[in-house]
C-alpha cells in the first residue's frame, strides 16, 4: 500500500507540478510583456515577443531533460571512452585498440547483425501481412487487438513468457516449456534451446519478433487504408489478381511507410538488452553489444573506460539510421 501511495503522490504532484509551471510561466511573461500597453504600438509590440517566446516556455521542460539525460551522458560517455578502468586516467584510443581486438565483442557484432537481418525483416513482414488479412475479415479488429498486445508487455516479462515455452527438462521427466512438449509429443528428444550456440539467436529472435509485429501491424495497416480506391479498381478492371494488386499495386504505394517501420524495429534491434539479459544473460555466444556493454560498465567491479567504448559504438551504429528514419519520415508527411 504505500507503494501505491507513493505512485499515486508521484503522479498528482507531476500533474500539478506541470500545471504551476505552465500557469506560473506564462503569468510572469504577461506581466513582462502586457498586452494592455500604454499605446496600441506598445501593446502590439509586446503581444509579439510574448506569442514568440511562449513556445520556448512549453519546449523548456524538454529541452532540459534531453539536455540532462541525452546530450549530457552522451558527450560523458565518449569522454570516458579515452579513458581507464576508474575513469579518470587518460588512455588515448587505446580501448578502441582492445574493441578491436577482442573476441566477444567481434561475436556481438556478429550476432547483432544477425539480429539486423532477421527480426526487422520478419517483423515487418509479418506485420503487412497480417494487416493485409485482417483488413479482409470481419473479426479483423479481434484479430489486431491479439497480435497487438504483446506490445504492452515489458521486454524482460515477454522473455520470462518464452522462457517457459523453451523450458528444458531432462528425457524422461514431464516437460513443462510447450516447445519440448511438442517435440516429445511426436517423438523427438526434449532440447535446452537457449544453449544451442548460434541457433539460440534466432530463438530468442523471435521474442522480439513476436513483439515487434503488433506495432509494424497498425502502422502498416493504416497506410494500407490510405491507398485510393481508384487505383485497386483500376487494377481489378484490368484483370490483375489478388496477389498482383497487393504486391505490385498496394506495396509500392506505402513502400515509404515500409521503410519507416523497417528503420525504426532496426534502431531497436541494435539497442535489444532485456530480452537477453533475462534469457542467458549473453552465455552460449548470444551475446549483444547492449549486453556487453552492461558488463564491462556495471559488473566485475566495473569498467567505465571500455564500457563506454562500447556505448559509442552503439551509438554510431544508431544515429546514422535513426536521421534517416527521420527525413524519410518528414518526407512522407511532406507529401501529404
Known amino acids: 500500500m504505500q507503494q501505491l501511495f507513493v505512485a499515486i503522490a508521484t503522479m498528482v504532484a507531476g500533474v500539478l507540478g506541470c500545471a504551476a509551471y505552465f500557469w506560473g510561466t506564462n503569468f510572469i511573461l504577461d506581466r513582462i ?131 517457459f515455452i523453451y523450458d528444458y527438462r531432462a528425457a524422461g521427466q514431464e516437460q513443462i516449456g510447450i516447445l519440448n512438449a511438442i517435440v516429445v509429443y511426436f517423438g523427438g528428444d526434449p532440447q535446452a534451446w537457449i544453449t544451442l550456440p548460434f541457433w539460440n539467436n534466432f530463438f530468442l529472435m523471435v521474442i522480439l519478433i513476436w513483439i515487434q509485429t503488433g506495432f509494424a501491424m497498425v502502422i502498416l495497416s493504416a497506410a494500407l487504408r490510405g491507398i485510393p480506391e481508384e487505383t485497386i479498381e483500376a487494377a481489378v478492371i484490368d484483370g490483375a489478381n489478388g496477389w498482383q494488386i497487393f504486391f505490385k499495386i498496394m506495396v509500392p504505394q506505402i513502400w515509404g511507410t515500409i521503410a519507416v517501420v523497417w528503420t525504426t524495429i532496426t534502431i531497436l534491434v541494435l539497442k535489444v538488452f532485456d530480452i537477453v539479459l533475462a534469457m542467458t544473460n549473453g552465455q552460449w555466444q548470444s551475446q549483444v553489444l547492449a549486453n556487453l556493454m552492461f558488463d564491462w560498465m556495471f559488473r566485475g567491479g566495473g569498467d567505465f573506460g571500455r564500457g563506454a567504448t562500447i556505448a559509442v559504438v552503439i551509438m554510431l551504429l544508431v544515429v546514422p539510421i535513426m536521421v534517416w528514419n527521420i527525413r524519410n519520415a518528414r518526407r512522407e508527411m511532406g507529401g501529404h
Open 33 to 163: 510583456f502586457p498586452s494592455n500597453g500604454p499605446s496600441a504600438v506598445k501593446a502590439s509590440q509586446n503581444l509579439r515577443i510574448a506569442n514568440s517566446i511562449r513556445p520556448w516556455l512549453f519546449l523548456a521542460p524538454a529541452i532540459f531533460a534531453l539536455g540532462i539525460y541525452l546530450v549530457y551522458p552522451v558527450i560523458e560517455s565518449v569522454w570516458l571512452s579515452f579513458h581507464d578502468k576508474s575513469g579518470i586516467n587518460f588512455v588515448g584510443v587505446s580501448n578502441y585498440l582492445w574493441l578491436v581486438n577482442d573476441g566477444e565483442f567481434r561475436q556481438s557484432i556478429f550476432n547483432n547483425f544477425l539480429w539486423l537481418l532477421v527480426v526487422p525483416a520478419a517483423a515487418t513482414f509479418f506485420g503487412l501481412i497480417i494487416a493485409a488479412l485482417t483488413d479482409r475479415i470481419w473479426w479483423g479488429n479481434i484479430a489486431k487487438t491479439l497480435i497487438f498486445m504483446p506490445m504492452a508487455i515489458s521486454f524482460v516479462g515477454a522473455a520470462v513468457i518464452w522462457k
